[in-house]
């Protein structure tokens, strides 16, 4: 049996397998998305049971070849505490994410490395710095799944973006320039090409950061759009719960 060990990992989701088991979904850094069976996890002599938490660092070990391997150790990096309260339900948002988005067995190392570093966020910030977290996640998750075009010209004609013109990101156009007279939300051409620059640096999650914090209120419902085409629903779970919890 193949064997695994040392292997960085976060839980994203777990499912009910036996009366004392669990199907794990893991995220892990140099394997991408993974199901893992974790045997008697459920029982109260369990030593998995305070580590197999969402949103924190993990070093597992599995093996096996199918498609469901089996857990055989799981150890708590530390280093920050559980998110709480709406840095929790963003992190869920996430999870869903790549829930969704993320084909299994398939690597995404700089992804992992924005992932850790967005879950970082959460669980040390609250408030006004939450958003700008997620948005550059979204960028950089869609970057590397190829859902993302350049930022740094028209999609359908690869012409270069006037600095003062307005793009607009569609989910079936990509990029594309706007009239004064156009509803839809759009950015100027100048500052899409600092987002290009950012995801090209070598830290793009901390590049990103500070740009999509001061783009907030154009770039929010854009990545949304396109996040939600892609994954073929009109809201994604974790955002309908966010809503609902805002209602009461």
């Not at 009239?179 to 839809?184: E, N, S, V």
């Not at 793009?204 to 907030?216: G, I, N, Q, W």
Request: glycine share 8%; with cysteine; aromatic share 6%.
């Amino acid at each position: 049996m193949k064997r695994t060990a040392d292997e960085p990992a976060y839980v994203l989701h777990r499912y009910d397998w036996s009366e004392s088991s669990l199907i794990l979904e893991v995220f892990t850094r140099h394997h991408g998305r993974i199901a893992l069976a974790a045997k008697g996890v459920k029982r109260p002599s369990s030593n998995f049971r305070p580590v197999l938490l969402p949103l924190q660092r993990l070093e597992i070990a599995f093996g096996g070849t199918g498609e469901i391997r089996q857990l055989k150790s799981a150890e708590w990096v530390g280093g920050q505490v559980m998110p709480t309260g709406e840095a929790l339900l963003s992190g869920y948002y996430l999870n869903e994410l790549l829930l969704r988005l993320i084909a299994r067995d398939d690597p995404h190392a700089k992804l992992f490395d924005a992932y850790s570093a967005a879950v970082q966020v959460l669980a040390s910030e609250h408030g006004e710095a939450l958003q700008p977290a997620l948005r550059a996640f979204e960028l950089l998750l869609l970057r590397e799944i190829g859902l993302l075009p350049m930022l740094d010209a028209q999609t359908s004609t690869l012409a270069p973006l006037l600095g003062d013109a307005r793009y607009s990101l569609l989910p079936e156009a990509g990029l594309v320039e706007t009239g004064g007279d156009d509803a839809r939300p759009a950015m100027a051409g100048g500052q899409w090409r600092q987002l290009q620059e950012a995801l090209d640096g070598p830290a793009p999650f901390s590049a990103v950061l500070p740009l999509t914090d001061s783009m907030m209120q154009a770039l929010k419902p854009q990545l949304r759009a396109l996040l939600n085409y892609h994954c073929g629903v009109n809201v994604l779970r974790t955002r309908q719960m966010m809503i609902d919890l805002q209602s009461l």
